[in-house]
């Protein structure tokens, strides 16, 4: 098939996800090495979002690559039923960078399944229903993980009649755009208030580090203060790592950096580096005493899959072999210097955040009203978006990037250079400058 023919198909005959499918032409990818990806003309584009933040180490990482061929000739698959050496040699890994005190797993094929595999998990142990959640947060698209998701996306999931009952939105931590009732710190009190006034409540789900949303870095109190409360009222705390674990952050997981032991974490993404589908729900021993007797209710056919899990173990590997996890803590400063430096040069850019190699670039109208360009709302309508011009600008100059509502979210493979970070600042530079115009004084 020429390039025409294959996007042509794909658009006719596959669907796009979270979109209209009129008018969708996608990208013809053919290939991809290291922090960047070719289309079917050879045009290369540097990959400063690592896909969908999840190609931590790059792309075709060699030792991921051997490991999943090594492990196709020997065991590709056998029920969950049965042990296999690759699913514990994961767990043994998995004990050594994971939270202490996170000591057993179930190993899904997404983080959407982790997610669900985790509240069901919460509900089973604690014998309650009812979960809180925040907004301006995404944990998946199945029915216990979408009805968990505070942006727009549950929208549509509500309009079908398919969202789960029993969970309780509650403000996020977002330290730019507070709450109109509480500042970031000031959302605890209102969980607070949320609990003294509701029964049955199970667990809270968060993002440490919140992602697609805008890359929300809470206060160094925030974490902390809100595991004591729920320590308090006898709620489990769900950390949804999948973006923000597997040095994304500068550590292993973004809660590390608060040092909060979470009593379930899920993570998935980088866990592979995207090169397999895996999804993990780890959990304190005390939960998992609980199903030795306890029913433990959920599985599926390619749970503990062998093709997903031996890349999980050679991922792990390379994380340590390259010292990745460093490197994002000391190389992610460097770009949020640039990343603000270049702020400083565009009246459209309202804020710069982020941690480890995981940053935003948030676009507004006016810089005093922090009005953004575009909303949850806008997008629901189908309104064009300026983030989307922007983009386009990106793509047009090899950069790719994810734009989201009216900000950027920059999460690079762990691997990228100096010399690349600047490609990367030259083409907002150019691109931006499309934002810059629509500023309002």
């Known amino acids: 098939m020429s390039e025409l023919d294959v996007s042509a198909f794909v658009a006719k005959h596959t669907y796009g996800t979270w979109r209209p499918q009129k008018g969708w032409k996608p990208l013809h990818v053919t290939r991809a090495e290291g922090c960047h990806f070719y289309d079917a003309s050879g045009k290369r584009y540097l990959d400063m979002s690592a896909q969908l933040m999840c190609s931590n180490l790059g792309h075709q990482?060699?030792?991921?690559?051997?490991?999943?061929?090594?492990?196709a000739?020997?065991?590709?698959?056998?029920?969950?039923?049965?042990?296999?050496?690759?699913?514990?040699?994961?767990?043994?890994?998995?004990?050594?960078?994971?939270?202490?005190?996170?000591?057993?797993?179930?190993?899904?094929?997404s983080g959407t399944e982790a997610n669900e595999c985790a509240v069901k998990m919460a509900r089973l142990m604690t014998g309650k229903r009812k979960v809180l959640a925040r907004y301006n947060s995404y944990h998946g698209?199945?029915?216990?993980?979408?009805?968990?998701?505070?942006?727009?996306?549950?929208?549509?999931?509500?309009?079908?009649?398919?969202?789960?009952?029993?969970?309780?939105?509650?403000?996020?931590?977002?330290?730019?755009?507070?709450?109109?009732f509480h500042s970031a710190l000031e959302t605890i009190d209102y969980i607070e208030y949320v609990l003294k006034n509701e029964a049955n409540v199970a667990a809270m789900i968060v993002e440490p580090v919140v992602g697609t949303n805008g890359v929300l870095v809470p206060p160094d109190e925030y974490l902390p203060k809100l595991h004591a409360l729920l320590k308090k009222h006898g709620v489990l705390l769900i950390a949804d790592e999948v973006m923000a674990g597997w040095g994304r952050t500068g550590a292993w997981f973004s809660v590390d950096h608060w040092n909060v032991k979470p009593d379930i974490l899920v993570t998935a993404k980088g866990v592979t580096s995207a090169m397999a589908p895996l999804g993990v729900v780890g959990t304190t021993r005390e939960i998992a005493n609980f199903f030795e007797d306890g029913w433990f209710a959920h599985g599926h056919t390619y749970e503990s899959h062998s093709l997903t899990l031996a890349p999980a173990i050679a991922a792990i590997g390379e994380y340590k072999r390259l010292g990745l996890i460093?490197?994002?803590?000391?190389?992610?400063?460097?770009f949020g210097e640039k990343l603000k430096a270049l702020a400083e040069r565009h009246p459209s850019v309202g804020d710069v955040?982020?941690?480890?190699?995981?940053?935003?670039?948030?676009?507004?109208?006016?810089?005093?009203?922090?009005?953004?360009?575009?909303?949850?709302?806008?997008?629901?309508?189908?309104?064009?978006?300026?983030?989307d011009q922007v983009s386009a600008?990106?793509?047009?100059?090899?950069?790719?990037?994810?734009?989201?509502?009216?900000?950027?979210?920059?999460?690079?493979?762990?691997?990228?250079?100096?010399?690349?970070?600047?490609?990367?600042?030259?083409?907002?530079?150019?691109?931006?400058?499309?934002?810059?115009?629509?500023?309002?004084?």
Request: aromatic share 10%; with cysteine.
């Open 61 to 71: 990482n060699a030792a991921v690559v051997d490991a999943i061929c090594k492990q």
């Open 73 to 109: 000739k020997e065991l590709c698959f056998v029920a969950p039923g049965f042990a296999t050496t690759v699913r514990a040699q994961l767990a043994q890994k998995l004990i050594e960078v994971v939270p202490k005190g996170i000591e057993k797993f179930f190993f899904a094929t």
């Open 141 to 180: 698209s199945t029915a216990a993980s979408v009805a968990l998701t505070g942006d727009y996306r549950r929208w549509f999931a509500e309009s079908t009649g398919n969202a789960v009952d029993d969970v309780i939105h509650v403000p996020e931590c977002n330290p730019y755009r507070p709450s109109p």
């Open 326 to 334: 460093d490197r994002a803590k000391d190389l992610g400063t460097r």
């Open 353 to 387: 955040r982020g941690l480890g190699m995981f940053w935003a670039i948030e676009l507004v109208k006016n810089r005093q009203t922090k009005e953004p360009f575009n909303t949850f709302h806008d997008k629901f309508a189908r309104k064009p978006m300026l983030v």
């Open 393 to 441: 600008k990106l793509m047009e100059q090899g950069v790719y990037a994810v734009g989201w509502m009216s900000h950027f979210v920059l999460a690079p493979p762990l691997i990228i250079t100096e010399a690349e970070l600047d490609e990367c600042i030259a083409a907002f530079d150019k691109a931006l400058a499309i934002a810059d115009a629509a500023v309002v004084a």
